[in-house]
């Protein structure tokens, strides 16, 4: 069955970095889109960050743009999300999501347990 472990969230401050990681088992990695979903206390769910199966096109909310990086290494079935000049409004329980096909815009069908970021002085 579809697993998607994230790792790697934790306590950050304001200015600082943290990297998520997402380990994939149960499917052939390679073969989809990924993408990093975030939801903080009392918001909505929102994609921060998606990345194609060959990972030749990624996608960056606005908000996010310039500080996150999105990668993923297919050998290893891991997608991660390099997280700099962190700020307080980027705090939200983080999600690896698995899409249905190659492209970032295909729908999405799995998602993880999600990893907690806190970005607090």
């Known amino acids: 069955q579809v697993q998607l472990e994230e790792s790697g969230g934790g306590l950050a401050q304001p200015g600082g970095s943290l990297r998520l990681s997402c380990l994939a088992s149960?499917?052939?990695?390679?073969?989809?889109?990924m993408s990093w979903a975030r939801q903080a206390p009392g918001k909505g769910f929102e994609r921060v960050s998606g990345i194609a199966s060959d990972g030749n096109n990624t996608y960056y909310k606005g908000a996010v743009k310039g500080r996150f990086t999105i990668s993923r290494d297919n050998a290893k079935k891991i997608v991660y999300l390099q997280m700099s000049s962190l700020k307080p409004e980027d705090t939200a329980m983080y999600f690896c999501?698995?899409?249905?096909?190659?492209?970032?815009?295909?729908?999405?069908?799995?998602r993880g347990q999600g990893t907690q970021v806190t970005v607090s002085s």
């Open positions: 149960g499917f052939t990695f390679s073969d989809y889109a």
């Open positions: 999501i698995k899409h249905r096909g190659r492209g970032i815009d295909d729908p999405s069908d799995y």
